[in-house]
């Protein structure tokens, strides 16, 4: 079955999730990548891509997702990167795009 996200309600185009009064949702799509603090029975789906790229339109963008993509199935599977060379998700909270009252 293909769903295609152009024949969703709430399609945006391209730049989708790049509008203004969009941060939240861009951040709660680009930063998904760190399961550990939503409930488990909503972990281990993963997205990359320009869809959830911080900044759509931008190669360099949908490859920071697929590198987020990459870190979070590894942490899933209890792996982890060498302390040398550390990951998206070892350093989030140091680099993580600031998180804006939900209210
Ligand atoms: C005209 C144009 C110019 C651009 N110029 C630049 C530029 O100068 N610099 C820059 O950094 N970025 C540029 N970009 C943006 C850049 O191309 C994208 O940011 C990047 O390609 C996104 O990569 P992606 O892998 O997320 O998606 P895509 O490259 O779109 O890859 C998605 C892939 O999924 C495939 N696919 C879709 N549906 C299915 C399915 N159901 N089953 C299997 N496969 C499927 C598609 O065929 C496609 O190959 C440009 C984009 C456009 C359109």
């Known amino acids: 079955m293909t769903v295609s996200w152009e024949n969703e309600p709430y399609f945006m185009g391209a730049f989708?999730?790049?509008?203004?009064?969009?941060?939240?949702?861009?951040?709660?799509?680009?930063?998904?990548?760190?399961?550990?603090?939503?409930?488990e029975d909503k972990r281990?789906?993963?997205?990359?891509?320009?869809?959830?790229?911080?900044?759509?339109?931008?190669?360099?963008g949908a490859v920071q997702t697929a590198l987020n993509a990459v870190w979070g199935v590894m942490h899933q599977?209890?792996?982890?990167?060498?302390g040398t060379n550390p990951g998206p998700g070892d350093v989030f909270d140091e680099i993580a795009p600031v998180e804006l009252p939900e209210d």
């Open 77 to 82: 599977f209890g792996g982890s990167t060498d």
């Open 16 to 39: 989708k999730a790049n509008l203004p009064g969009h941060y939240r949702y861009q951040r709660r799509l680009y930063t998904h990548f760190m399961q550990d603090r939503l409930p």
């Open 44 to 60: 281990g789906i993963f997205l990359a891509g320009d869809d959830i790229s911080w900044t759509a339109g931008w190669a360099e």
